[in-house]
């Protein structure tokens, strides 16, 4: 039997409640397989490790996603965005059922799914946040390999999954309601608020933008100078402990030798303790409102193995941010 979370929440009502939203969706990227990442993950037992070991009151619909009736039957380029129309409804409509589990104090965990579905529980956790606690900002820490920060324009694959964060942050603006224009000036975040951790591939649009604005970035260079230990002391102090944050952690984070099974792994990434040691110290701010897992993918890697370690290890990731602790 593993200790329950024993850190109080700064900025939820209790701690024991935890909303969970599967999103079945890969259309954010172009190789099939990672819509079966939350199935994956609860057929592994993440879930009944939640609640059994962590001891948390889940309020799931026992639903993974697919979002099958909000896609288009013909999902043509809009500004070298590929699938712009589907990936801007499904976010939609994830932003809804995030925001309805975060609206009542809820933590909330998004099983992806590609990274482009961020934009959707972000926007859902940011606005929750904003009329809960008179509008406070919400900041995130993004763990990935990737800055995922691009621009239609500047992106070279027109995948949004490599956009999420340009979307979030007001970088990229649409006027046209049916592509991303639904999201409001409540549904963003500040580029002042939000730390990236484990870069490693980071395109040369993308090194502009985080130049231009800014923005705190820890790359794998950072991670060997430092250690762990002193980037999380340098990312969670230039957050500050009065601010609302929400983890979203892509598994390709992770050095490929531990998690192979993602759709763009990059060598030289995070040990698993490193990604374990990262979500245990935001756990520990009290701070934590919202918590994705992206881009496990099943269907890659050279055998099962390689699936069933990088299910592993993303099950451990969730299991940390919510207070699993080795003592």
């Excluded at 099983?111 to 940011?126: F, Q």
């Excluded at 100078?225 to 952690?249: C, N, Q, R, W």
């Excluded at 935001?282 to 919202?290: A, D, P, Q, R, Y």
Aim: net charge negative.
């Amino acid at each position: 039997m593993i200790s329950p979370p024993a850190t109080n929440p700064k900025f939820l009502p209790t701690a024991a409640d935890l909303g969970v939203v599967a999103v079945g969706f890969s259309g954010g990227q172009c190789k099939p397989g990672v819509d079966a990442a939350p199935s994956a993950l609860i057929d592994a037992g993440l879930l009944n490790q939640l609640s059994a070991d962590l001891g948390f009151t889940l309020h799931h619909d026992d639903t993974v996603h697919s979002y099958a009736t909000l896609l288009p039957a013909s999902d043509p380029d809009y500004r070298s965005m590929k699938n712009p129309l589907a990936v801007s409804a499904v976010t939609k409509r994830l932003s809804e059922q995030v925001y309805e589990h975060a609206s009542q104090g809820r933590c909330v965990l998004t099983l992806g799914g590609d990274h482009s579905v961020a934009i959707g529980s972000i926007a859902g956790v940011a606005k929750a946040v904003r009329e809960r606690l008179a509008g406070r900002e919400l900041a995130v820490i993004w763990v990935d390999a990737h800055a995922d920060i691009n621009t239609p324009e500047t992106s070279s694959s027109g995948n949004i999954h490599g956009m999420p964060v340009a979307f979030l942050s007001g970088l990229v603006r649409s006027d046209r309601a049916d592509i991303f224009g639904w999201l409001q000036p409540d549904q963003l975040i500040s580029l002042k608020k939000l730390v990236y951790i484990g870069l490693r591939d980071v395109d040369p649009g993308e090194k502009k933008i985080l130049r231009e604005h800014g923005i705190r970035a820890f790359s794998m260079h950072d991670i060997d100078k430092y250690g762990i230990g002193k980037v999380m002391e340098m990312a969670l102090g230039h957050i500050g402990a009065d601010t609302p944050i929400h983890l979203s952690f892509d598994v390709d984070a992770l050095d490929p030798l531990i998690a192979p099974s993602t759709g763009t792994p990059v060598r030289g990434g995070l040990t698993l303790r490193e990604g374990d040691f990262i979500c245990e110290c935001v756990h520990e701010t009290g701070s934590l409102v919202g918590l994705d897992l992206v881009e496990v993918n099943p269907s890659l890697g050279e055998d099962h193995v390689g699936a069933r370690e990088t299910i592993r290890a993303g099950c451990s990731i969730v299991r940390c941010a919510l207070g699993e602790s080795l003592l």
